[in-house]
């Protein structure tokens, strides 16, 4: 049974350009969210997918946005990349909130 | 006030210590709490969830009182492979997850 997927693992990007980053959930699960984690810091939530619509969204700026997809699979769209976006992109997945989260392994973003 | 604290940490333990982990939320309408594992440069695993009642997990052993909005997570007889991250997550069903900014554990030899 795959868990959660990201791709890609690694990426390196100039300031002022655009990421996609992408996320396939833990089989049967609907719900994807998306975090942020900063060296030394805990995950701060972006925002979350159900039923192909953002539910809920955190303190970040329009330049990110997302998508979900009919078979609950997600980006994460970054416009306008700026230093301090480089961070640990996490994406977790689940079916009923109460039994927690599944994050895949990240996607580490670089913004040089 | 930030909605989750943590204890600042590092902590610095040998092995077979005794080592409690201490958590405080703001937001009294939370509902389900847990707590996450990270290693260095790896994502965040479930360590267990926290009952009302409290509940346990082997070394692991977890409390939550609500009327103090704080939660805790004892590690007994503390291993070399327990030194990670550990995050405290506070959940409101229907909203997302809040994560504090974790305690870092190292168990010395």
């Known amino acids: 049974d795959a868990g959660v997927t990201q791709s890609p693992t690694h990426l390196i990007k100039t300031r002022g350009q655009q990421v996609t980053l992408r996320c396939s959930p833990k089989s049967g699960h609907d719900t994807v969210s998306w975090y942020q984690q900063a060296l030394g810091q805990g995950p701060q939530f972006i925002f979350q997918?159900?039923?192909?619509?953002?539910?809920q969204r955190g303190n970040f700026p329009d330049r990110f946005s997302g998508h979900q997809f009919p078979n609950y699979s997600s980006e994460l769209n970054v416009n306008a990349l700026l230093l301090g976006d480089s961070a640990l992109y996490l994406c977790?997945?689940?079916?009923?909130?109460?039994?927690?989260?599944?994050f895949g392994s990240g996607t580490r973003l670089t913004v040089v | 006030r930030k909605e989750v604290e943590q204890d600042p940490g590092p902590f610095n333990v040998p092995e077979g210590a005794t080592v409690a982990f201490n958590c405080t939320y703001s937001?009294?309408?939370?509902?389900?709490f847990f707590w996450y594992r990270q290693d260095c440069r790896k994502e965040p695993k479930l360590l267990m969830s926290v009952y009302s009642s409290g509940n346990e997990d082997g070394r692991f052993t977890a409390q939550l009182n609500r009327a103090s909005q704080y939660i805790s997570l004892l590690i007994r007889d503390s291993k070399l492979s327990d030194s990670a991250t550990y995050l405290c997550?506070?959940?409101?069903?229907?909203?997302?997850?809040?994560f504090g900014p974790g305690t870092r554990l190292s168990v010395l030899p």
């Open positions: 997918y159900y039923e192909e619509e953002e539910r």
């Open positions: 997550v506070v959940n409101i069903y229907g909203q997302n997850f809040v």
């Open positions: 977790a997945s689940s079916l009923e909130q109460l039994n927690g989260y599944t």
């Open positions: 937001n009294s309408a939370s509902q389900s």
